[in-house]
């Protein structure tokens, strides 16, 4: 079978290439002039910066390297990344004779290292990360991304034990996840030590800090995933955890959120946080975070808490918002989904969500690159070229399962008992642009779901050839394979496919997996994963520095077609609406029987209420788990559209033009403004007639508006999680311009707060002159949420920023004399009060009846950060956690 050798690499994919992938001479101490190396030019522990270049002097320890730049750098062989491997087609060779050594004959051998040399050259199959940079190069390097080890025993022992085993496989190079379920909540009883538990949020912590210490193979850092069941106690605990810095910091998150949980919160229902009873004297052998099959052993769990199933699913979906943290996995109707339901239930998944798996289960990974699958004589996909490459590509990730090593017996013998591999595509972005169909469009949906399923008809008849030829998995029985719910699907729409395994078995319990390929697909130069293009110019951020990237193929037309605007098929990630992103996701998944890496992204005013409903699409639409990225929600993104230095003063919207007018003024001379400070300010706010001179002083008088003597306006009352809140808006030109805020006692926390963000909001709505203020102002603080609320449907009030939202709200649309409900926003305090009385009478707990004995106010918890510090003999005490200031 005949390849071509035609791929070349350079820039960040040469960079990528060299430093993650190649195969390296573990001593760089060989190197010699003329070497290609990547050199340490930025010793940055977390975002170094290297480069690639040629030795061009070597004096004892001490090289002088050139940079593809033109650069000289002078540096230690230390520093150096010396590869033995200088080119991808030697990568593929490599590949390809280590896949095909475990044919059982020379013959056989032969035939697929040619079969398998063809799929990888130019790119058509990308190998995972683990099998790119460890196949036929090392013995230490495991080649599979993707581990689940099972949720540690609930004693030190246990715990310490977990943390060696995810050490050993981080520090291999696979990737991490761990439930953390099966750890008793925070202050537990511990009768060993007479003591109580810090809880499981505080064991993932130092699971998190070990991660963030581990380097895998000299080029990245161990990647780990946490997760906890949603009827644990510590639930609230772990979805707000990265709230706090520096508690978790090196672990992606998920909550496991069963259908159960997800009719709760749809009919408003309380919910139970519970855990087993730990008096029994095997609890630590038998327990191993499964409450299903607990209870199911006729053992007791415990009551810890009732709460509403909305409040855990806001603060979810706040915390998603403000973060990007933590996603959702639906882990009930993932294993009504999963092929290994009848023999290994699905726990937790890898660190970027694409594939669930058992406890010491494992899964290699490999993409199709989509974008080389076009038949441009056509203008169609290239079919025929797919299915060979599928089917070709499923045998190659099963031979990895026997050329791997296998650092723990566990892992081995599960994986030979199911053998689970995960086939993925890259580059279908590009495709699509090829073809002309716009990502998320109704008729893209069409596209994938005939794309995906035909690759899917193609991956399963190859696997069922192969166990015909090699045997079936060790654990399948057809009648309960068939039975599953992704079979279901599968057989439904392609018979054949049921026919074939019946018949020949299946040789693998998984198949499919969508997973983010964002080095590789960077590597190889089209779309990662499944995504649309981030954008078309941006700069990407690695632990190889900061990189501008541009896309090929927009480059491309635009060059083709000098200014004219590109199509509309060329879209971003952020011309797409998140449920767009998300009905892209439901379409891809009905054929990927694993899970998908796919992110929402979110423009920066993408409001809480929105990903509320984005969430509960995901469900409604059969995703498995759903991530948000709203744009700018963390301190650092990979990818962004921006330079760096560019990003403070580029305009992004009309609530940051205040901020805007304070850098222009701060970069020019002292004192006066320069004619490019005035021509900015003037481009932000006509109406300030700046010119050439006018002084920083002069400037700041006419942005900020001065308070008359004398202002008129109007007071609500409105119940608050921290107490009756008076909120005062005073107008100015017929529009608010002050608020003042009185919530609490003097001299609390929260009287405080509230006095601050009052000035704050004064001061935002006086300065500048953009029209849209109060709209501006109400958006971004309605929906805002803390540890508790109060009131019900369109009444409920989140928090004191919620209640001025409201309140602001209400006085706009009626005017500080208009006629007003006398409780526009909140129930009357005396249906809480009849609220809580009807709870205690249920035997409700305390946290179940907090709702209604909010109407004294309450003082902010320094412990667990809710409103609900009162004083009780003296003492500040929690009625939530309880901490008390005097103990």
């Not at 379920?181 to 009768?191: N, T, Y």
């Not at 379409?587 to 423009?603: E, G």
């Not at 700046?690 to 002069?698: A, I, L, N, P, R």
Request: charged share 25%; net charge negative.
């Amino acid at each position: 079978m005949k390849t071509e050798q035609k791929q070349r690499l350079e820039g960040l994919s040469e960079k990528i290439f060299l430093d993650r992938y190649a195969w390296k001479d573990a001593d760089p101490s060989h190197a010699k002039v003329g070497d290609v190396v990547l050199v340490l030019t930025k010793d940055d522990p977390k975002f170094p910066t290297k480069e690639v270049g040629e030795v061009v002097a070597r004096n004892g320890r001490t090289v002088t390297v050139k940079t593809r730049k033109g650069e000289l750098v002078e540096s230690n062989v230390e520093k150096l990344t010396l590869n033995i491997e200088k080119t991808p087609e030697e990568m593929w060779d490599r590949l390809a004779g280590a896949m095909a050594s475990v044919e059982k004959t020379p013959e056989l051998q032969e035939e697929w290292r040619e079969k398998f040399r063809y799929i990888l050259d130019d790119w058509k199959l990308v190998p995972g990360g683990r099998i790119a940079a460890g196949a036929g190069a090392s013995d230490e390097l495991t080649l599979f991304n993707c581990y689940v080890i099972p949720s540690p025993k609930d004693s030190r022992g246990g715990i310490m034990e977990t943390l060696s085993e995810m050490t050993e496989i981080m520090a291999r190079g696979g990737g991490v996840g761990i439930n953390l379920s099966s750890l008793r909540p925070r202050r537990a009883v511990v009768k060993g030590v007479n003591g109580s538990s810090s809880g499981a949020v505080s064991w993932g912590g130092l699971f998190s800090y070990t991660t963030g210490l581990i380097e895998q193979g000299g080029s990245r850092r161990g990647a780990l995933m946490l997760m906890i069941n949603d009827w644990h106690p510590d639930v609230l605990d772990f979805i707000t955890v990265k709230q706090t810095m520096g508690q978790v910091t090196n672990a992606n998150l998920s909550v496991c959120v069963s259908n159960a949980f997800m009719k709760a919160v749809k009919e408003d229902l309380d919910w139970e946080l519970v855990f087993p009873d730990t008096t029994y004297d095997d609890y630590t052998e038998v327990w191993d975070g499964d409450l299903e099959k607990w209870k199911a052993a006729g053992r007791k769990v415990v009551h810890f808490r009732t709460v509403k199933a909305r409040d855990i699913w806001h603060t979810i979906i706040e915390s998603a918002w403000k973060s990007a943290e933590p996603g959702v996995v639906f882990m009930e109707y993932y294993n009504q989904m999963s092929n290994s339901w009848y023999f290994n239930p699905i726990i937790c998944t890898n660190p970027c969500g694409e594939q669930g798996l058992p406890g010491w289960g494992v899964c290699n990974l490999s993409a199709m690159n989509l974008s080389k699958f076009y038949d441009e004589a056509n203008h169609d996909v290239a079919w025929d070229e797919l299915a060979t490459t599928t089917r070709y590509s499923v045998r190659f990730l099963d031979n990895v399962i026997d050329t791997t090593p296998y650092h723990f017996e566990e892992n081995e013998k599960n994986q030979k008992k199911e053998r689970r591999v995960g086939l993925g595509t890259m580059g279908l972005a590009e495709l699509m642009i090829k073809l002309n169909i716009r990502y998320g469009s109704p008729e893209s949906l069409e596209f994938l779901d005939k794309l995906y399923g035909f690759i899917a008809k193609e991956a399963y008849l190859a696997s069922a050839e192969i166990a015909a030829e090699k045997g079936s998995f060790p654990a399948f029985e057809a009648d309960k394979y068939l039975q599953s719910g992704f079979m279901k699907v599968m057989t439904e729409v392609y018979p054949e496919v049921g026919a074939a395994v019946r018949e020949k078995g299946v040789r693998n319990v998984t198949i499919i997996t969508q997973a983010p390929t964002g080095s590789t697909g960077t590597m190889v130069g089209t779309s990662t994963g499944i995504e649309p293009y981030f954008a078309f110019k941006y700069y990407r951020q690695s632990r190889l520095g900061f990189d501008e990237q541009f896309v090929p193929i927009a480059q491309e037309w635009m060059d083709a077609h000098p200014g004219e605007p590109l199509p509309d098929y060329f879209v971003t990630a952020m011309d797409l609406s998140a449920e767009d992103h998300i009905r892209v996701q439901a379409a891809i998944q009905r054929w990927v029987d694993s899970s998908i890496s796919k992110t929402a992204n979110c423009p920066a005013d993408f409001t809480v209420e929105e990903t509320k409903r984005l969430y509960e699409l995901a469900f409604d639409l059969g995703c498995k788990g759903v991530t948000i990225y709203r744009d700018g929600s963390r301190d650092v993104q990979v990818l962004q559209t921006e330079k760096k230095e560019d990003k403070d003063a580029a305009p992004k919207n009309e609530a940051t033009g205040a901020e805007e007018a304070a850098t222009a003024v701060k970069s020019g001379p002292a004192g006066e403004t320069s004619q490019t400070e005035a021509k900015t300010l003037n481009g932000l706010n006509p109406s300030l007639a700046v010119s050439e001179g006018t002084s920083k002083q002069e400037l700041l008088d006419k942005q900020y508006k001065k308070r008359p003597q004398v202002l008129h306006g109007a007071t609500y009352k409105i119940n608050t999680p921290f107490g009756m809140a008076y909120i005062t808006i005073n107008d100015l030109d017929g529009v608010p311009s002050e608020i003042f805020l009185n919530v609490g006692k003097a001299g609390s926390d929260v009287f405080a707060m509230a006095e601050a963000l009052g000035r704050v909001c004064s001061l935002f709505l006086r300065y500048g002159d953009h029209g849209h203020k109060v709209e501006l102002l109400i958006k971004h603080l309605k929906g805002i949420g803390g540890s508790g609320a109060i009131g019900f449907g369109p009444n409920r009030v989140e928090s004191i920023a919620d209640a001025v939202a409201k309140a602001l709200e209400t006085h706009v649309q009626n005017g500080p004399y208009g006629d007003h409900d006398p409780a526009p926003v909140a129930a009357t305090l005396a249906h809480h009060e009849e609220h809580a009385e009807h709870a205690h009478a249920e035997g409700g707990s305390a946290s179940h009846a907090h709702a209604g004995a909010v109407a004294t106010s309450r003082d902010l918890c320094p412990s667990c950060g809710s409103a609900s510090l009162i004083n009780i003999e003296g003492c500040k005490t929690c009625s939530n956690c309880g901490y008390s200031k005097c103990s």
